[in-house]
């Protein structure tokens, strides 16, 4: 079954996108994955009526007619993990310091220990994607993988 994930390139008047696109060697800083009905995203913060920063279900057309969006379909061999992979994850805080491990893997290769406490926004969609058997970054951890990262590999 497909599922189309979404890359959303950065706002270059924004420090924080600037530093992502630099640190990551391209220009996406965010991704989320249409699931579920909607568009699962991890966020820092809240956004159409979350609860607080962190992983949460909004509009599947979110992102339909935004120019800074690219939009890669997948097929999932397993959508049952995948979607309670996606359900799984709804409501985990948002991981601030995923950011900072991915920039850390991106410029030095190296990676650090993870957690399952947190999660940002590739993280979050690798997790899903990789619950439903599609196989991506395999050796790379999911709090390590960038938005490029992960655009890069299914590219």
């Known amino acids: 079954m497909k599922v189309t994930v979404i890359f ?3 706002d270059n008047t924004q420090l924080v996108d600037r530093v992502i696109a630099e640190v990551s060697h391209g ?8 699931i579920l009905g909607g568009t699962l995203e991890a966020l820092g913060m809240p956004d ?3 609860k607080y920063p ?3 279900l909004h ?3 979110k992102y339909d007619n935004n120019p800074s969006a690219e939009f890669i379909e997948i ?9 309670a992979e996606a359900i799984r994850l709804i409501g985990t805080p948002y991981g601030y310091t995923d950011c900072i491990r991915g920039g850390i893997y991106d ?3 190296k990676q650090l220990p993870g957690n399952s406490i947190t999660a940002n926004c590739s993280e979050t969609v690798t997790r899903v994607i990789r619950a439903g058997e599609f196989t991506v970054l395999p050796a790379v951890i999911p709090d390590d993988i960038t938005p490029n990262d992960l655009r890069n590999a299914l590219i």
Do not use: S
């Open 8 to 10: 959303v390139r950065g």
């Open 27 to 34: 220009d996406f800083c965010h991704t989320a994955i249409k």
């Open 48 to 50: 159409e009526g979350d």
């Open 54 to 56: 962190g992983v949460w």
């Open 59 to 61: 509009a599947a057309g």
């Open 75 to 83: 097929d999932i061999p397993n959508m049952v993990e995948a979607e």
């Open 107 to 109: 410029l030095t290769g």
